[in-house]
């Protein structure tokens, strides 16, 4: 069977520049124009009509051209200042800083060039008209004399911002590094005749400007959006921590210590309760060096924060900020974060923190407007045979059956696609074998036995605990059938039970094997050894605590995920490693089998997931975008979709076809640990550390649910095999049952939720509750409904 290409010509790989490579389609934007409509990008590298951004590449600030030249123009509105004598100190200063500029882009300084660039922006407010080359006014004159003089402490940015004051008719622009909205305009060069003595200008920039003055802009903006109307003020409260975050960074990357350590101080405790992890962090980071060592800040420096605010909050920012001259924090607004603003009434406080918390703010709406393929793929006719002792067999017929008979499975059992499905060859597949074929007949009768559960008619919990594991039970998982589990343990090892009365057994010795009939009808049954017979097999070969485990859904085949960044293979046949996948370079903390078989997902530390099949030892895809660890990973029914939740507290959701991510889900205030889909493909349900959990409209990419209850990390969540009870086992020791029908119903999706983002969550949960089991002392790894819709539950003992 032919894998999905390893390599596909509308696939890029794109690195970024402090960041694990991307898996990027070439069609796509590297930021420029981001915002379409009435989604504005206001960063330097997006927006609409952001011409010279869409020329540089993400976050390098592109080849800046060889010459320098300097255009002048009067700020929108700005009222027409009388031009006087050029003064003689005038020209020498400016052509000190442009040579400056040249010299550093000569020496390939472009941190240095691009803050010294920014700097430059001061004289746009003293630059009148646009004389003659180098006719400057007497108080353009004492800018630029100040400029060489005095620098203000600011992180090197990918390019320069325009400045609140400036309009389309453009400022003082340096051309081919400029990209900001203003288009120069005709712009007089200035030829550099003698190069000035350039380490004076340097050794001033170094020393940097009053770092004093940043709790002064801080505490002004906080008041100013403290006293603005409450309709506002809960947008506009979203840049109190990105804001605190990158101006601390600034006064630690500077090298102002004491300031940095009273700014964070004075303001640590304003921030949301949510950061409170990301500023233990923080507050670690008082050094400059300290932060080269960690990726967290890293990244936070180098992806843009986004907020989603309404045009009226942010125009009324604008025109703050413009008014008090606070340039320190615009350059952070637009150098750092990405503000989405959409029209309309802005969002309450209880819309904006249901979709708050993550590590780099909420998803841009255009990441969630991607065609998703959500609908089940057509099952396989196979003739079922009718049994006398079934009761309901006779209502079958020997129509084409699936595992999911219920109002869920559209389209399964007729011969219509479902419109919401991919097309049938969208992804290659693994044709079905005969034994798979016994295996869906044996499904299909079971299913007709299977108990509809309900609000009325809740299932049984058979609960697995694993006893003297001394905490080492690290991962389990069920198979389909329920026939075997197994456990992954701290000591590096994997155990497989049998929790049926058949027990497990190896096959024969290859010498024994020769003797064997193959021709017989007990063919299967002669190649086991009955020597080897018992409940239990372990499996060696891990050097780490074994953090995933996955059965295959025929049950010849295990993986594993270990610490030791290795995902093995196992057979269940000869209880043997059959390969080990090496690709990540860290602990690996979850894998995950198709549904279908053959490709597997895994992820871990290195902050990617990685789609593998069976039979390759590279990776076919490499999913790049999550900030932190991705914790869990899932596959769609359909198979042509992964799920991945991480530690920078969002879930995406990856195309297996192309490697995109068309789906970013934020509203969780802690690290992501179990994920599960609705059985008919259109729900995605997440459990976090913050014992909530959330549910996904995948098709329109809103969150439609919240459950809360949970008091500490939900480990695991599982749908029913109709999809009308979710099951949730948490650290709190209990498993919790929901009603998924209600809180799936009369579902606000229209056009304007989906555009804007104004969810309305409904306090429902003790409504949708059914039940809450205890254990008495055992932590819920794992939950699993059986075809009957049995739920089985595993975890470790923990002693108190």
């Not at 350590?261 to 233990?280: N, P, T, V």
């Not at 637009?334 to 904006?352: A, C, N």
């Amino acid at each position: 069977m032919a894998a999905l290409a390893e390599e596909q010509t509308e696939v890029a790989v794109k690195l970024e520049p402090e960041g694990p490579p991307t898996l990027i389609p070439p069609q796509a934007g590297d930021g420029a124009g981001e915002g379409s409509g009435s989604t504005t990008n206001n960063g330097p590298n997006g927006g609409g009509g952001n011409v010279a951004a869409a020329s540089l590449a993400s976050g390098d600030g592109g080849t800046p051209k060889p010459a320098v030249a300097v255009s002048a123009a009067a700020p929108a509105g700005a009222a027409p200042v009388p031009a006087a004598a050029p003064e003689a100190g005038a020209s020498h200063d400016r052509q000190t800083l442009l040579a400056v500029l040249q010299f550093l882009r000569q020496s390939n300084l472009r941190e240095a060039e691009e803050a010294l660039r920014r700097e430059a922006r001061l004289l746009e407010e003293a630059v009148a008209g646009s004389g003659a080359p180098g006719e400057v006014d007497s108080a353009g004159a004492e800018a630029a004399s100040a400029l060489l003089s005095r620098v203000t402490a600011s992180i090197p940015g990918p390019a320069a911002p325009d400045p609140p004051g400036a309009g389309a008719s453009g400022a003082t622009a340096v051309s081919g590094s400029v990209s900001g909205p203003a288009a120069p305009g005709k712009a007089g060069s200035v030829i550099v005749e003698d190069q000035p003595d350039v380490s004076a200008v340097l050794s001033a920039y170094n020393q940097q400007g009053d770092p004093t003055m940043y709790e002064e802009y801080y505490s002004g903006l906080k008041h100013f959006i403290e006293c603005s109307l409450d309709c506002h003020r809960a947008e506009l409260s979203q840049l109190f921590y990105p804001l605190f975050v990158h101006m601390y960074l600034e006064l630690v990357y500077n090298q102002h210590e004491n300031e940095a350590k009273s700014f964070f101080e004075k303001f640590h405790g304003d921030q949301e309760c949510y950061y409170q992890d990301d500023l233990r962090v923080l507050s670690s980071l008082t050094k400059k060096e300290h932060m080269k060592g960690n990726e967290t800040m890293l990244d936070f420096r180098t992806s843009k924060f986004v907020l989603r605010i309404s045009r009226d909050s942010y125009q009324l920012l604008k025109r703050h900020l413009q008014e008090k001259q606070n340039n320190q924090i615009w350059n952070i607004v637009q150098e750092h974060l990405y503000i989405d603003i959409f029209d309309g009434m802005p969002r309450s406080k209880q819309q904006i923190d249901a979709m708050v918390g993550s590590l780099a703010g909420e998803a841009k709406r255009e990441a969630n407007k991607s065609k998703v393929f959500f609908g089940l793929l057509k099952e396989p006719e196979i003739e079922v045979p009718l049994d006398d002792e079934d009761e309901e067999g006779e209502n079958e017929e020997g129509k084409p059956k699936k595992k999911k008979p219920k109002k869920d499975s559209i389209g399964s059992k007729s011969k219509k696609q479902d419109p919401n499905a991919p097309p049938q060859n969208r992804i290659p597949l693994p044709e079905l074998k005969d034994s798979d074929k016994l295996d869906k007949i044996m499904n299909m009768k079971e299913t007709t036995k299977r108990v509809r559960l309900g609000p009325d008619c809740l299932p049984s919990i058979c609960f697995y605990t694993f006893l003297n594991a001394y905490q080492g039970l690290t991962a389990v998982d069920v198979t389909d059938d329920s026939s075997l589990i197994a456990g992954g343990f701290a000591d590096s090892t994997v155990r497989v039970w049998s929790v049926t009365p058949k027990k497990l057994r190896s096959v024969k010795q290859a010498s024994d094997l020769s003797l064997i009939d193959k021709e017989s009808d007990d063919v299967l049954e002669r190649i086991m050894d009955e020597k080897t017979a018992s409940e239990l097999k372990i499996l060696y070969g891990h050097s780490g605590p074994v953090y995933g485990a996955s059965f295959s859904p025929d049950r010849n085949y295990l993986l594993s995920s270990s610490e030791d960044g290795t995902v093995r293979l196992w057979s269940l046949q000869t209880f043997t490693c059959l390969v080990g996948y090496k690709g990540h370079n860290y602990p690996v903390w979850d894998t995950q089998f198709s549904p279908y078989g053959y490709y597997f997902v895994s992820g871990g530390h290195d902050r990617v997931a990685r789609l593998w099949a069976t039979d390759h030892y590279q990776p076919l895809r490499i999913f790049a975008g999550h900030l932190a660890d991705v914790n869990c990973t899932r596959f769609h029914p359909n198979s042509n979709y992964v799920a991945t939740g991480s530690a920078d507290r969002t879930v995406r959701l990856w195309d297996v076809l192309n490697g995109n991510c068309v789906r970013i889900f934020t509203g969780h205030k802690g690290p992501i640990h179990s994920l599960t889909f609705s059985p008919n493909g259109r729900f995605l349900a997440t459990g976090a550390t913050d014992g909530r959990v959330l549910l996904w409209d995948i098709g329109h990419g809103l969150m439609v649910g919240e459950l809360k209850g949970h008091t500490d990390t939900v480990c695991s969540l599982r749908f029913s095999r109709d999809g009308e009870i979710l099951a949730s086992g948490s650290m709190d020791n209990t498993v919790r049952l929901w009603d998924a029908v209600k809180a799936f119903e009369d579902l606000e999706t229209d056009d304007f939720t989906t555009a804007t983002g104004h969810i309305n969550l409904p306090e429902n949960s003790q409504e949708l509750l059914l039940g809450t089991y205890m254990t008495k002392s055992t932590p819920v790894v794992h939950l699993h409904f059986t075809r009957r819709n049995l739920v089985l539950a595993a975890g470790a003992y923990s002693p108190q």
